[in-house]
């Protein structure tokens, strides 16, 4: 162990990383969690242990109540606008950089992989920063500037849209929702195509994102999975970094091509 090289960083990964021409990365709400934007599912701190997924993330919610849920995303947009991307989005934007050919695909819908510097994102479940009309699906520009809502957020009727007068709504996808299709293909080509697969702070309990480590296992790539905690891949995957993904990429990255 060189003493550049994290303790879990283990040498036959370090050797598959350096040697890959193609690498899918899949990141889930743990990649943000180091910059201070809560995961789902976490015991205490996940907002799916706070706040009720039924009245905030499905279509019904914002049919029946669109201020409680447009007032909630504005909370988020406010939290992600506030947060930085930690050394786990930069050590990935690094990546990019050394694999020829990396894919990224995040179940986040902060943008902070984008402000690390990763290029062609492929987001599967949306975005918070991309708004549209509810009614007739027309892409919204949002109010300039950071929204100034308490945690939680409180009730705030959303937009109108410019175009058919419809309700704005975020552009995320909920439970219940297809995921867009376009992202959704390349997100499956590229399991069925790389080399190394690196899941990173996702609990792989929602699907279709969760399936793609094992698309990419059963195409023979080799898996690895960043998480502090155990996740149902564990038993699959060739590689548990058991460790944050602010600890643990950075040292991979450098284990792999020095600083
Ligand atoms: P979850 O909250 O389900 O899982 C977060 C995972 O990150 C857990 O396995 C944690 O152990 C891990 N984790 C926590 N902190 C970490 C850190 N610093 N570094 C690395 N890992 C860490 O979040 P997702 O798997 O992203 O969908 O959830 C998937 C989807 O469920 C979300 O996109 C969202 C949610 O409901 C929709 O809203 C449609």
């Not at 990935?92 to 894919?103: E, F, M």
């Not at 937009?159 to 007068?165: M, T």
């Not at 094992?214 to 690895?224: E, K, S, Y």
Request: with cysteine; glycine share 10%; proline share 11%.
């Amino acid at each position: 162990m060189t003493p550049t090289e994290p303790p879990r960083t283990p040498p036959d990964l370090v050797e598959r990383l350096r040697n890959a021409r193609r690498v899918l990365v899949l990141t889930g709400a743990g990649a943000s969690a180091e910059s201070g934007i809560p995961t789902f599912r976490d015991a205490l701190t996940g907002l799916w242990s706070r706040f009720d997924a039924e009245s905030l993330a499905t279509p019904g919610a914002f049919a029946r109540d669109p201020e409680l849920v447009w007032g909630w995303y504005e909370w988020r947009r406010m939290k992600a606008l506030l947060a930085e991307p930690n050394p786990g989005h930069r050590a990935i934007a690094a990546l990019a950089t050394r694999v020829p050919h990396l894919t990224l695909v995040t179940q986040n819908v902060d943008h902070l992989h984008e402000r690390a510097g990763s290029p062609q994102v492929l987001h599967l479940h949306g975005s918070l920063h991309s708004p549209r009309c509810a009614r007739c699906g027309q892409p919204q520009a949002l109010p300039p500037g950071i929204p100034q809502e308490p945690e939680g957020g409180r009730r705030l009727a959303p937009p109108r849209c410019a175009l058919c007068g419809g309700p704005v709504r975020p552009g995320v996808v909920w439970f219940g929702e297809s995921l867009p299709e376009t992202e959704l293909a390349r997100a499956w080509a590229s399991a069925q195509g790389c080399e190394l697969c690196l899941s990173v702070g996702t609990s792989g309990l929602v699907y279709p994102a969760a399936d793609l480590p094992r698309v990419a296992l059963a195409a023979g790539a080799t898996l690895a999975q960043v998480n502090p905690t155990a996740t149902p891949i564990d038993d699959l995957a060739h590689h548990n970094l058991r460790g944050t993904a602010g600890a643990i990429l950075p040292g991979l990255v450098r284990a792999a091509w020095g600083a």
